[in-house]
């Protein structure tokens, strides 16, 4: 699959701000992950997207989104080049790989089966069930293997994990939930026919910076997020997208 890239204004972000300081090439790493970060018609959209695009505007800055599959993009998130991944959920097993800015959103895991199956009370049960989907590199799938998960199946993408689940080849899907709306659409399934059967946490998500990125621009985009929560721009965003959700402070 061939890397695309869509632009905003440019290839490079120059650190106008910082005049003193020399030029920083910063690459935006994304997925397809409707209604936080995804493209319509070809061009960027969505929760995280509009929070990026507003942070380069206050700081008078140009640069492109380029979207992957996310295994490909957490991956080359953790290198020595500048670059910044979003939105990717902030939980321990992550920590020390990436500098962390937001928080920008509050994802929640769940589990899901196909319609009419009863519902878990306890994370117990999904251990003790048949395989487990769970898409590879996300939150989800790193959170289940440090529960001690021996019966986790990987796919590549929600839409592979539908498809596997109500074809029978699994007992459960454990994924996320503000994204699941889009992940059907993108499968072409109804959503009566999945059953949402246990909510086992929730994880803030964050824009994460390589080990590469300079402090100082780590530090420029975390200090424009902060000042638009300060002035209420960050909120207009979030209810636009998700009206029902409380923003993360």
Avoid: C
């Amino acid at each position: 699959m061939q890397r695309r890239h869509v632009g905003l204004l440019g290839l490079v972000w120059t650190l106008d701000s910082f005049a003193s300081t020399p030029e920083v090439s910063l690459r935006l790493l994304s997925e397809e992950f409707p209604p936080i970060n995804f493209t319509d018609a070809g061009r960027p959209s969505g929760l995280a997207v509009e929070v990026v695009q507003a942070v380069l505007g206050r700081l008078g800055q140009t640069l492109e989104i380029e979207f992957q599959p996310w295994a490909r993009a957490y991956r080359e998130a953790q290198g020595r080049q500048p670059a910044a991944l979003f939105s990717a959920a902030r939980i321990p097993e992550r920590e020390k790989l990436f500098q962390w800015v937001g928080p920008i959103v509050t994802f929640y895991s769940s589990f899901y089966a196909r319609a009419g199956a009863e519902r878990l009370k306890r994370l117990e049960d999904a251990r003790q069930s048949g395989e487990v989907l769970v898409v590879r590199d996300w939150y989800t799938a790193q959170q289940l293997a440090s529960e001690g998960f021996h019966n986790l199946r990987y796919v590549t993408d929600p839409t592979q994990g539908l498809r596997m689940l109500l074809a029978g080849r699994a007992d459960l899907f454990a994924s996320e939930r503000i994204s699941m709306r889009g992940a059907l659409a993108a499968a072409g399934v109804e959503a009566s026919s999945l059953e949402e059967v246990y909510t086992f946490a929730s994880s803030d998500g964050y824009i994460a910076f390589s080990p590469g990125t300079p402090r100082r621009v780590v530090a420029a985009w975390q200090r424009e997020i902060d000042a638009m929560k300060a002035d209420g721009s960050f909120r207009a965003i979030y209810k636009r997208w998700l009206p029902h959700d409380l923003p993360p402070r």
